[in-house]
């Protein structure tokens, strides 16, 4: 069947992928495969505006790796690589930070956040963000992006970055990237109030044991109204019915709905039904990492092919990039 055009996508390599990650991002990337030709990029180059040491980074992105292909990603099909591994994009990002004015880069709401998070750390990197992030979507010759509604605003940068370059150099060799807006869940976290992330420790990891992930569940926040096994409870409020409704069958989640107002259900025993239906939801992407970590090599193999396959789109879009700019 003929696909629908080309996506992009990149996320920073964060290492085992949790719950958050898997509905927000990865479920999207695997059935993206089936309408389009998909490009998906750990952007590792990224990373380096915040982290200030490089030594968990190799691993970080080994791991990530390994829980998008054992979550569905298909290497045969999709390209799978590590962005400094085609280096045409920090050639591309010049270029476009050329065309760019700083004033805009330095007021971008997403800029002064960093800055209000890390005070001591301000630097080139961070307010270049947004241009290597256009040099990623439009290096792959991107027809579309997929993003939050949230995120839209990123995408609309970067088509502006796109529209000055061609403008200024009289071309229309860079494709201005199309918003393919998607369904983000927000995903919120053990404590049942913040996002689900690894810097909170409120996350479960896709990759844990049955076992681990049971101790997590058990430490979810509940409805706090009930305080004791015979006070009636509030599903509507409470994170570990949102998360039944996306893992349990829905008898048990009718069920849940039901006794949880009566208290004929206790907290202990709703997330303990919980983590087992997680548990058997996870068992196949379980299967499948253990026999992907079993052969690391295999995995290096997969991001070496990627990069070549990505490069050879970058390759060929930087000579029509330098011709466009008429480089001696
Ligand atoms: Fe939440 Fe379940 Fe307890 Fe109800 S019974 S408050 S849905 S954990």
């Known amino acids: 069947m003929a696909k629908k055009g080309r996506v992009f996508s990149g996320a920073r390599p964060t290492g085992r992928q949790h719950l958050g990650n898997y509905l927000g991002a990865i479920k999207n990337y695997v059935a993206m495969q089936n309408d389009y030709e998909c490009v998906y990029c750990i952007v590792d180059v990224h990373a380096l505006t915040t982290v200030e040491t490089t030594q968990e980074l190799k691993q970080n992105t080994f791991e990530m790796a390994l829980d998008w292909l054992a979550a569905g990603i298909r290497p045969e099909e999709s390209i799978l690589f590590v962005q ?63 993003v939050g509604i949230d995120q839209a ?51 479960i990891e896709l990759a844990s044991t049955p076992e681990e992930t049971v101790k997590r569940v058990k430490e979810m926040v509940t409805d706090p109204a009930r305080l004791r096994r015979t006070d009636p409870g509030n599903p509507d409020i409470c994170n570990v019915f949102t998360m039944h409704k996306l893992f349990s069958p829905q008898e048990e989640v009718d069920m849940v709905n039901t006794e949880c107002r009566k208290a004929g259900i206790g907290c202990v025993d709703c997330k303990l039904r919980f983590a087992n239906n997680l548990n058997k939801h996870l068992e196949p992407f379980r299967a499948k990492r ?22 050879a789109i970058a390759q060929q879009t930087m000579v029509e990039v330098r011709e466009a700019m008429q480089l001696p």
């Open 84 to 146: 400094s591994h085609v280096p045409e994009v920090m050639e591309l990002h010049t270029y476009l930070s050329m065309v760019t004015q700083f004033g805009k880069l330095t007021d971008l709401p997403t800029f002064k956040e960093k800055v209000r998070q890390q005070p001591e750390n301000i630097n080139y990197g961070l307010v270049g963000y947004p241009v290597l992030m256009t040099a990623d979507i439009v290096l792959y010759k991107t027809d579309v992006v997929p």
């Open 290 to 311: 253990a026999e992907l970590a079993s052969n690391p090599n295999n995995i290096q193999d997969i991001l070496n092919d990627g990069a070549k396959r990505a490069r």
């Open 153 to 203: 605003p990123h995408i609309e940068f970067a088509r502006e970055i796109v529209r000055s370059f061609n403008y200024r150099y009289k071309t229309k060799v860079l494709i201005e990237p199309q918003v393919k807006h998607t369904e983000v869940l927000k995903v919120v976290g053990l404590d049942g109030k913040d996002k689900m992330g690894k810097s909170l420790n409120n996350h």
